[in-house]
């Protein structure tokens, strides 16, 4: 039959054909996938060569730390000497600022870094001919001047031990941190016979003390002086000595506002400002009302100024120089904070 003939020639040559496609596209398959391997293996012709190793690491120029602790008198050196180890010692460093070389006698090493005595130390080896290419290393064990002294208006006075550069707001607060009548002037003395004296304003307000605020080194001195003290006596509501805080400048209308102001009884009509002058008291009116009222300018206090508000009895007006002066030195101090 033409048709049973016709089917059974189509099986057998249908299904090898099917095989052999099967094979040809996988094989084909097989070399686009082994294509980009090659290709990655290889390197375009146009791609742009790396950039040269040695700018690549090049090294940047060395920067030299600034160093804040300086060899001094005192002081105690470790120095080695690389493959010399019998020229390794402990050596302190004399008043004179020198230490004694083992072979290559004295050298000054005050107020270098270790860096810069290891090199000088270095020099000296090979100019006096003991080593060809020395390389020595100076590390120092125990500073003599890892103190610093804190003097004047705080709780606790005398030196605290300190190994590296503090704040002032640190090394005040080691110190028990300032009295109530301390001047917030304060003046830093560095250390050595050269050193630099720097006066450091440390307000009341915790921005500006902190924007101030600098590095106390070992061997500096920091001295707080006694802040100024204004008395006001007579009719107010609170007499007594008040601190001229934070930039030390205070007024009669100021001193008198501490004070709580006059009492109703007071005459402000006319105070009394008692003033020290070379060792000599002298007094002025002054007239508080018109102040009050900006009819007459408000007048600025010095230290140790007195201010005396009278009653209006005419007895307490005439009071004497002498009896302020004696009433001031028995007043209670305040701290305005």
Known sequence: MPSSASSSNTLPLGFPMRAHEFVVRLTFGVLLLS?????????????????????????????????????????????????????????????????????????????????????????????????????????????????????????????VHVAAPRTMIDVLSLAGGLTETADRHIVVQRGGKDGQRIRVFLSNRADDALNADILVRPGDTVIVPKAGIVYVLGDVAHPGGYVMQNDSQLTVLQAIALAAGASKTASEKRIRLVRNIDGISQSVDLPLHDMERGHAPDVALRADDILYVPFSLMKNISLGIANITAAASSAVIYAVH
């Open 35 to 159: 294509c980009p391997l090659a290709a990655r293996g290889q390197q375009p012709a146009s791609s742009a060569p790396p950039p040269p190793l040695a700018a690549a690491t090049a090294p940047s120029d060395p920067v030299t730390p600034s160093e804040s602790l300086l060899i001094g008198p005192g002081d105690l050196l470790r120095i080695t000497v690389l493959r010399e180890s019998e020229l390794d010692q402990h050596v302190r460093v004399l008043d004179s600022g020198e230490i004694t070389l083992s072979l290559a006698g004295n050298l000054s090493v005050q107020g270098l870094t270790p860096a810069q005595a290891a090199a000088r130390v270095a020099g000296k080896y090979r100019d006096g001919g003991f080593l060809l290419h020395p390389e020595v290393a100076i590390f120092v064990e125990e500073y003599a001047t890892q103190t610093v002294t804190i003097l004047g208006q705080v709780a606790h006075p005398g030196s």
